[in-house]
């Protein structure tokens, strides 16, 4: 069982970064491939971004890239998401996920998540 505990979103204005964390309890935190996810109300979840236990292994979605900047960090067991220009648009729910091995940008491939973090951003 992993859990896994979102925190840094908050109000912010446009054009602002923000940094949002996920702290897991797994002991093998280099075995599961770590994701952020997001959701507005009313949509489906949408993938962000991935990472395996190997930098190699990151995978963004194409609407975010060179905005959003996923890493971890092995000692803290903690994955992070930079997001950078915040926009409007960026007010939603983001979510942490975990699963063994690789990364993937399906969210069925997730078997443990957060609880989920709000981030608004006003113009």
């Known amino acids: 069982q992993v859990q896994l505990v979102e925190s840094g979103g908050g109000s912010v204005q446009a054009g602002a970064s923000l940094r949002l964390s996920c702290a897991a309890s797994?002991?093998?935190?280099?075995?599961?491939?770590m994701a952020w996810f997001r959701q507005a109300t009313g949509k489906e979840r949408e993938f962000v971004a991935g990472v395996g236990w190997s930098v190699s292994d990151t995978i963004y979605a194409d609407s975010v890239k060179g905005r959003f900047t996923i890493s971890r960090d092995y000692g803290e067991k903690t994955v992070y998401l930079q997001i950078s220009s915040l926009r409007p648009e960026d007010t939603v729910v983001y979510y942490c996920?975990?699963?063994?091995?690789?990364?993937?940008?399906?969210?069925?491939?997730?078997?443990?998540w957060g609880q989920g973090i709000q981030v608004t951003v006003s113009s």
């Open positions: 996920a975990a699963r063994p091995g690789y990364s993937a940008s399906r969210s069925s491939s997730y078997t443990y």
């Open positions: 797994a002991r093998t935190f280099s075995a599961y491939a």
